[in-house]
Nanobody, 115 residues
């Protein structure tokens, strides 16, 4: 079982920045593929960014050039740096871990971007 705890959400004005953190339990964090997803009201959950165990990353087109995902294996933590935020980035952001075919989710953190 992998336990994930997100933090760093909040209210920010358009054009501002936030950094989300996700702390993971377990001794094998370096093997996890980690991702950030988001879900806006009335919409399906969507992938925002993902980072593999070897550090490869990919992003949703809507956030390319604005968001950056990174990981610190020594701290069992994955980050999402969000810059140039837009009102349409408003959503609950969820951390996700994938290990040996099993998915794990955090409880989510709210990000609200005001115009």
């Amino acid at each position: 079982q992998v336990h994930l705890v997100e933090s760093g959400g909040g209210l920010v004005q358009a054009g501002g920045s936030l950094r989300l953190s996700c702390a993971a339990s377990g001794s094998f964090f370096r093997l996890y593929a980690m991702g950030w997803y988001r879900q806006a009201p009335g919409k399906e959950r969507e992938l925002v960014a993902r980072i593999t165990s070897d550090g490869s990353t990919n992003y949703a087109d809507s956030v390319k050039g604005r968001f950056a995902i990174s990981r610190d294996n020594a701290k069992n933590t994955v980050y999402l740096q969000m810059n140039s935020l837009k009102p349409e980035d408003t959503a609950v952001y969820y951390c996700n871990a994938l290990l040996y075919g099993a998915f794990y989710w955090g409880q989510g953190t709210q990000v609200t971007v005001s115009s």
